[in-house]
C-alpha cells in the first residue's frame, strides 16, 4: 500500500476504549459490561492514588507477593477468554508498586483457562531506592517547601504515555504499570494506533483529555452530577467508552441499554474535575491548554469533545512520597434525644479534657491534633450553616498523636461516654476505635533524565528513552479578572445551582471547584458575581491559603483552586470532607444577583 493509502486508513481510524475503574475498590461489574458491549479497541483500568501507594507498600511488607491492586485481577480473570475472542487490549496501573507479581497473578489465572497473552510490565516509577540521595540533596515540597522527612514509606514518580506505546510497539496485549500520571493508560494506545509524535502537542493535549474524561469510570456519566434527579438506574450505571478519531476529537457514550446520563452538564463536570490551571495543566508528555475546549450533545447519551491545545512539556517529573506521621483514631457515636447537639458537645469537651488529663499523668504529651465535629447540625458549612436542633446527630471525634498508646487510650474513654455522660448515648458505629497510621502526601519535582524507565516483555528488559525536548521557561495561564458588570440593574437573587453545574474535587491539600454556566447567557452574572474574594469568604472555615480562578470560555466556566483546603488532604485530614467532595454542593447554595428578565425566565422553566 503507498502512502497515500496508508494516510487515507489513519485518518479514517477510529479507536474505542472504555475505562472500567476509577479507583481501587471500583465496582466489580464494569469489565463485564464494557467487554460484552463488544465495541472496544482497548480496556482500561486506573487504580492508584497518592495514597494507596503507601497502602500497597504496606502489603508488601506483610507479604512480598502483594503490593498490586488485586482487583485487577478479579475483575479481568473471568473476562481473559472473552477478551482473548475479541482482540481487546487491556492497559492498567494495578501493578502498584509490585507490577511483576501483579502479571504473575494475571498468567496464573489465564493459565487456567489454557490462554496466553503477551504481557508487558511498565518500570521506572518507583523511586524509593533514591530516598537517601533525596534526602541528602534535601528535595522540598513543591506546596510547603518543607524538606523531605526520613519516615517516607513510598515514593513514585508519575510516568507518561510513551512506556504504553513502546509496549504496544513490542506486540503487548496486556500492559501493567506502575504509577503513571491517569489519562496515560488511554494517551499511551492513541499514539500507538495513530502514530502521534512526542512533538505533536496538540494532538497529545488532545488525547490526554480523552483520558482525564474516563479516568474516573462512571462520574462522566451521570456520577455525582450536579442535576442527579435526572440520572436513571444508578445500580446499573454505564461505565464510560469513548471513540477517538485521528485528529484527536472524539465523542464519548456508554454501553446500551445502562443507566446513567450523558450530557452537557456530566462531561464537562469531568473536563474541570481536580485539575488546576485550565490554560497550563502539566502532564507527563504535554502541557494542555483547555481553555477553549467545546462540548457538544449530538444525540441522546452521546456528546463530541474538541478543541485542545497542546505545549512543551516540562523537563520535569512529578513525585508523590508518602510517610508516617504518627497514629490516628476516629470515633462515631450516635446520640439521640432533646438537644442532642449539645449533649454531643459536652460529650465530647468532657472525653478530651479527661484524656488531655491522663496523658499529662502519665508523663506522656497531649494530643497532637483533634476534631469534634456534630454531624446533622451542617457542620461541614462552617459560618454558612443553618440553625439546627436535630433529635439525633453523629458525634465524629478525630485525634492524632505520635505515641499509638496514646490514642488507645482516648478510644477506652470514648466508650465510658456511654454509662458516665450525658444521656441518649445510642450506639459506637463499628465498636471501640481502632488506632491506624497517619499516612501524609509529599509532593516534589525530580528531572526527567534521572529517571529511568523501561519495559520488561517476553523476557527482554528494553530501555525506554524520553526525548529531551521539555521547556524552561513554564508559566501558569493568567487568572481571571472580575471586573463589575456596566449598565446591568440586579433586582433579584437565585442560588447558584438555577444558574450552573459544579463538582469539586481533591489536588493535595488543595481543592478544585468546576463551574459552569447551564447556560451562556448566564455566564456574565456568575463571573460578576463569583469572585475570588466571594469564594474565599465563603470557604472562610476550610480555605488557609489563597483562593485562585481561570476562566474556561470554551464550555462558559470558571475554574477555582482553594489551596491549602483540606486540612493536609486524603488520610491525613481530620475534616469530614478530606477530599473536598462537597465544596461544589456547598457552593451551588450561593446566592447570585441577576436581572429581573432572568429571574423571570427561571420562574417559567419552573
Keep these: 500500500m503507498n502512502y497515500q493509502g496508508l494516510l487515507s486508513m489513519v485518518e479514517n481510524k477510529k479507536i474505542k476504549i472504555g475505562c472500567a475503574s476509577a479507583f481501587w475498590g471500583d465496582t466489580n461489574d464494569s469489565a463485564a459490561q464494557l467487554v460484552n458491549s463488544k465495541q472496544l479497541n482497548y480496556l482500561v483500568f486506573d487504580y492508584l492514588a497518592e495514597v494507596t501507594m503507601s497502602i500497597l507498600a504496606a502489603s508488601q511488607m506483610k507479604n512480598p507477593d502483594l503490593g498490586y491492586a488485586t482487583d485487577f485481577i478479579s475483575q479481568t480473570g473471568p473476562l481473559l477468554s472473552e477478551i482473548k475472542e475479541q482482540g481487546i487490549k487491556v492497559i492498567s496501573n494495578a501493578g502498584g508498586i509490585n507490577p511483576i507479581a ?28 533514591q530516598k537517601n540521595n533525596f534526602l541528602e540533596n534535601r528535595v522540598q515540597d513543591i506546596d510547603t517547601a518543607v524538606d523531605m522527612p526520613k519516615s517516607v514509606t513510598s515514593i513514585n514518580a508519575y510516568l507518561g504515555a510513551e512506556p504504553i506505546r513502546r509496549a504496544l510497539d513490542e506486540g503487548a496485549d496486556i500492559i501493567i504499570t506502575g504509577r503513571c500520571v491517569d489519562s496515560a493508560v488511554t494517551l499511551g494506545p492513541l499514539m500507538f494506533e495513530f502514530g ?6 496538540d494532538l497529545l493535549a488532545a488525547g490526554s483529555l480523552a483520558g482525564h474524561i474516563i479516568e474516573c469510570g462512571a462520574q462522566c456519566n451521570g456520577g455525582n452530577f450536579t442535576d442527579w434527579h435526572l440520572v436513571q438506574d444508578f445500580d446499573n450505571i454505564g461505565f464510560p467508552i469513548i471513540e477517538v478519531v485521528s485528529n484527536g476529537d472524539f465523542t464519548v457514550f456508554k454501553p446500551e441499554n445502562t443507566g446513567g446520563l450523558v450530557s452537557f452538564g456530566t462531561v ?3 473536563f474541570l474535575y481536580e485539575i488546576g490551571d485550565p490554560g ?79 496523658l499529662k499523668d502519665r508523663g506522656m504529651q497531649d494530643l497532637s491534633d483533634k476534631k469534634v465535629s456534630i454531624i446533622g447540625t451542617e457542620a461541614m458549612y462552617g459560618d454558612n ?54 499516612i501524609k502526601l509529599f509532593s516534589f519535582l525530580t528531572l526527567k533524565k534521572d529517571v529511568k524507565m523501561s519495559i520488561e516483555i ?44 459544579a463538582r469539586s474535587g481533591d489536588k493535595g491539600d488543595h481543592s478544585n471547584i468546576g463551574v459552569i454556566s447551564r447556560k451562556p447567557e448566564y455566564f456574565s452574572f456568575i463571573k460578576n458575581h463569583l469572585t475570588h474574594q466571594v469564594v474565599k469568604n465563603y470557604f472562610s472555615h476550610v480555605a488557609k491559603g489563597d483562593v485562585q480562578c481561570w476562566e474556561v470560555p470554551g464550555i462558559c466556566g470558571l475554574n477555582f483552586l482553594l489551596k491549602h483546603s483540606l486540612g493536609g488532604g486524603g488520610m ?12 461544589a454542593q456547598q457552593l451551588l447554595d450561593i446566592m447570585v444577583p441577576i436581572p429581573e428578565e432572568i429571574y423571570n425566565e427561571l420562574l417559567k422553566k419552573g
Design 458 to 501: 517476553d523476557n527482554k528488559n528494553i530501555e525506554v528513552l524520553i526525548d529531551d525536548n521539555g521547556s524552561d521557561n513554564f508559566q501558569h495561564t493568567n487568572e481571571i479578572v472580575h471586573s463589575p458588570l456596566n449598565n446591568t440593574t440586579f433586582t433579584k437573587e437565585v442560588p447558584l445551582y438555577e444558574l450552573a453545574f
Design 196 to 201: 502521534w509524535k512526542s512533538t505533536d502537542y
Design 280 to 358: 497550563s495543566y502539566i502532564l507527563p508528555d504535554v502541557v494542555c491548554d483547555f481553555r477553549n475546549v467545546t462540548i457538544k450533545e449530538i444525540e441522546k447519551d452521546k456528546v463530541l469533545v474538541s478543541g485542545a491545545k497542546g505545549k512543551p512539556p516540562t523537563k520535569t517529573y512529578k513525585v508523590s512520597a508518602t510517610y508516617l506521621n504518627g497514629y490516628r483514631t476516629q470515633a462515631s457515636v450516635i446520640i439521640g434525644g432533646i438537644n442532642a447537639p449539645q449533649k454531643a458537645k459536652i460529650t465530647a469537651d468532657a472525653i478530651l479534657k479527661k484524656t488531655s488529663r491522663m
Design 268 to 270: 464537562a463536570e469531568q
Design 102 to 129: 501483579c502479571r504473575e497473578a494475571l498468567i496464573r489465572e489465564a493459565d487456567k483457562q489454557g490462554l496466553s497473552f503477551k504481557i508487558a510490565i511498565v518500570e521506572g516509577d518507583n523511586l524509593f531506592h
Design 385 to 438: 450553616s443553618q440553625e439546627l436542633s436535630p433529635r439525633e446527630i453523629l458525634l465524629r471525634i478525630i485525634a492524632t498523636h505520635p505515641q499509638k498508646e496514646a490514642l488507645v487510650l482516648l478510644s477506652r474513654e470514648i466508650a465510658q461516654g456511654s454509662t458516665g455522660m450525658t444521656p441518649g448515648f445510642a450506639n459506637m458505629l463499628g465498636g471501640r476505635p481502632s488506632v491506624s497510621p497517619s
Design 572 to 583: 491525613a485530614s481530620l475534616n469530614i470532607d478530606p477530599q473536598g467532595k462537597a465544596y
